[in-house]
């Protein structure tokens, strides 16, 4: 079966936009979807970035505001800007880790995106988070104290390091079994394809 | 009858990417188009860059290659990083604004940036571009007298001014009568939708 790798960013916009598609987009093109999230902080920072490029450069901010909410009305998605932005998605990003060793990590990272710029949820916030792990039959209390385990923290790294060194620069990316790789959600529909190509 | 303004930097990849296909599309759509040249450079300086972003974050830059290479794949056409890139495309941008006032302006936008993408030429070239002009039944002799007058170099200037009122950022970017912004040859879809809605 073709495979494609879904590089996410709890902070990212644009990664809300393709986590609240991807899944439906792939069983339609036959192409099986690993999720996996990553930090963005750290590439950022090796840029000369110490916060999002859209707090940087006010001008592309903006646009990208326009340009989202454009995007999500025409696709039937809420879409709120975070408060602060970018939200610290890095207990998410770590939940998510360890998540994905069992089993239920893609949904709680679709239940986090939405939470964050559909409903306006700080998902720096323990709270949050225990609610949205409790949604999905999880202990939440357990769930948080072995998301602090270092295997996970470990793990969290070694994946940030695996995008750094595939190219990626920025969130959602795509990376196909030959490690093409395709940037933002506009590139999703051709990052299944390539990846039904070379399979 | 919809109307949608191109703004375009003979210098940016992605503009040749929309100039090769805009006026087709826009036909299609039935939107009138309005060629619109400025200058990147004194946006880029306002953000702090002194040369093109794919210089300044290298990843960014070797994914750029591999994307427009890939679209240009698609769409058959040819593709060729020019060197040095960024070109300098100041003389080939006081020339498209003058021929704007003549009638042969987009003509002359396309023939350049066919020759710089497709062919390899540098576009700073003054021999170049007179083999341009030539091509186009223009007097090159006298279009590049003309290009360096202040009426024009002003024209240029205030463009340049315009577009970053109107936020615009990067280009290609695309701006309907209601002043709606979309940047990237990506969006050019979207934008002939909006200026289609608002007209």
Not at 71 to 79: K, Q, S, T, V
Not at 137 to 159: C, I, M, N, T, Y
């Amino acid at each position: 079966m073709p495979r494609l790798t879904f590089w996410y960013e709890f902070a990212s916009t644009y990664s809300y936009l393709s986590a609240m598609r991807i899944d439906a987009m792939a069983a339609q093109a036959g192409v099986e979807v690993t999720w996996q999230p990553f930090l963005l902080g750290p590439i950022f920072k090796a840029q000369g970035w110490s916060t999002s490029p859209f707090n940087i450069y006010p001008a592309k901010g903006r646009y990208m505001v326009r340009d989202i909410s454009r995007i999500a009305a025409a696709r039937g998605l809420a879409f709120h800007m975070p408060e602060p932005f970018p939200a610290n998605g890095l207990k998410a990003a770590r939940l998510a880790v360890l998540g994905m060793s069992e089993g239920w990590g893609a949904r709680f990272s679709k239940a986090v995106f939405a939470a964050e710029f559909a409903q306006g949820v700080d998902i720096a916030d323990d709270m949050a988070l225990s609610q949205l792990l409790n949604g999905l039959g999880q202990d939440a209390h357990s769930a948080l104290a072995r998301s602090h385990e270092p295997l996970v923290k470990d793990r969290l790294r070694a994946a940030t390091d695996a995008a750094e060194a595939l190219g990626i620069f920025g969130a959602p990316a795509f990376v196909t079994p030959d490690n093409e790789l395709f940037w933002g959600d506009d590139r999703l529909d051709q990052a299944l394809a390539h990846a039904k190509k070379v399979s």
